[in-house]
């Protein structure tokens, strides 16, 4: 269901709110004008860009995919990826940011149904607003997400749960934190649980500082992430179910969507910078112009590659069977690669037609920061990591027999 079929189904608070409100699209448009304006800013500091968050609660972006009876407006996957890009082409870590989040909560709603807990967190991300962070890095594990180190202990009612945590984007900032674990202390490292936590649930020490090229905004801070809470925090679903029909699609969407919007935004600097150089040299191209003409065909490989996939998700949503396929998986798996790589030569081509107004640190075509920013894609899950563990599926996955299935 979109945003605009939901609007058939809600209350009338949440009626008039989309009605006589603004749409979804303007929304995510006047949190970009924020996160636009703060950008430059958020990467220089390599802070946490508040002013944008500010807007994106204002605006009740945090809670949109929230089912309408949970308080939020049942918006799709095609709804929150259209925002991810939006964000993307202004602030780069607050998309990145809103991308995270936007797994975590499909994973509660997708897999906490019925469950008291998952519907109460359902309801502080609409109601409150909640943000939450996502821990799946772990110690020399790395990027290794079907594997854990460390345990969930049981005692009765209660979990417990030491995890060092390499990486946690905003952690010092999230209202709440979605994490894996091993199942038990006994249990093997691909026998894997997911646990969403409130903030009152767990406690953060700080272990690693964040001073990267890049995403420098998402404060991806290494942590001691220590658990003690309620054992209806873990989810009863195994993992690596719950990995292959949300987490994985709905990460490698909206990430890549988040990297379209970094790769678009540098290719509307380029097409800027070649409009003032003809201007100024009586409508002569400058030299590198092919390299504008590049940019935008690997942008809309990049779109169309984005867009097949979603397609493809949107058909597969509810169906368990057509998610596990190994079309299916293989197709979404290898997204995150492509996507990543097409973003980087995007912006890659986008600044080479600048010359050295893209190059340089200053001035209105500088592609620095999108350059920086776009790097992160290729090892955010590092794509050799996942083409060496892709090799056998993707021997075994068939070749279409024809053009459009
Ligand atoms: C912008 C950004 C945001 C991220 N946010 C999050 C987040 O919120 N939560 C989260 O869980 N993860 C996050 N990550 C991490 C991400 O999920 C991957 O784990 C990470 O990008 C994998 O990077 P890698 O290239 O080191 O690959 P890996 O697949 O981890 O491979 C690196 C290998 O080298 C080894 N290694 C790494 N460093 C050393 C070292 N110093 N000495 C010896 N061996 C080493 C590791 O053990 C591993 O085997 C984020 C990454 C980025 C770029």
Not at 136 to 149: C, F, K, L, P, V
Request: contains cysteine; hydrophobic residues 45%; charged residues 20%.
């Amino acid at each position: 269901m979109n945003v605009r079929e939901a609007v058939l189904t809600v209350d009338e608070t949440q009626m008039s709110f989309l009605e006589q409100g603004p749409s979804l699209i303007e929304r995510a448009a006047r949190t970009a004008t924020v996160a636009t304006a703060d950008a430059d800013g958020v990467d220089r500091d390599a802070r946490f860009p508040r002013k944008a968050f500010d807007a994106a609660r204002e605006q009740k972006l945090l809670g949109v995919m929230i089912p309408v009876e949970f308080g939020g407006f049942g918006a799709s996957i095609y709804d929150v990826t259209d925002i991810c890009y939006t964000l993307g082409r202004a602030c780069a870590s607050t998309a990145m940011i809103y991308a995270m989040h936007t797994t975590k909560v499909a994973c509660v709603i997708r897999h906490g149904h019925g469950i008291p807990w998952m519907e109460t967190m359902m309801r502080r991300v609409a109601r409150d607003q909640w943000l939450l962070a996502s821990s799946t890095t772990e110690g020399q594990n790395g990027g290794n997400i079907r594997a854990s180190a460390a345990a969930v202990d049981h005692a009765g009612d209660t979990v417990s749960l030491v995890r060092d945590a390499t990486v946690i984007s905003y952690g010092a900032e999230a209202d709440g934190l979605v994490t894996i674990a091993r199942r038990a202390t006994e249990a093997a490292a691909s026998d894997q649980v997911l646990l969403a936590l409130a903030k009152d649930d767990y406690s953060l020490k700080q272990t690693q500082g964040w001073e990267t090229l890049g995403m420098r905004g998402t404060c991806s801070t290494g942590f001691e992430l220590k658990v003690d809470c309620p054992a209806d925090r873990v989810f009863p679903e195994a993992y690596d179910k719950i990995h292959a029909q949300t987490m994985t699609p709905f990460a490698h969407l909206c990430w890549s969507s988040a990297w379209a919007g970094i790769a678009a935004a540098s290719v509307t600097r380029a097409q800027a910078f070649v409009r003032k150089a003809a201007r100024s040299s009586g409508g002569q191209m400058p030299p590198a112009a092919a390299h504008f003409t590049a940019a935008k065909m690997s942008l809309a490989k990049l779109r169309a590659l984005i867009s097949a996939n979603l397609d493809a998700f949107a058909r597969a949503e509810h169906d368990e069977r057509a998610l596990s396929s190994l079309d299916f998986q293989s197709s979404i798996t290898l997204l995150k690669v492509q996507a990543s790589e097409l973003a980087v030569e995007t912006v890659m081509h986008a600044m080479r037609t600048a010359g050295l107004s893209g190059y340089r640190n200053d001035g209105e075509f500088t592609m620095g920061r999108h350059l920086r920013d776009v790097l992160s894609s290729p090892i955010m899950i590092n794509n050799d990591r996942i083409l060496a563990n892709a090799a056998t599926s993707t021997l075994m996955s068939g070749i279409p027999a024809s053009l459009r299935d």
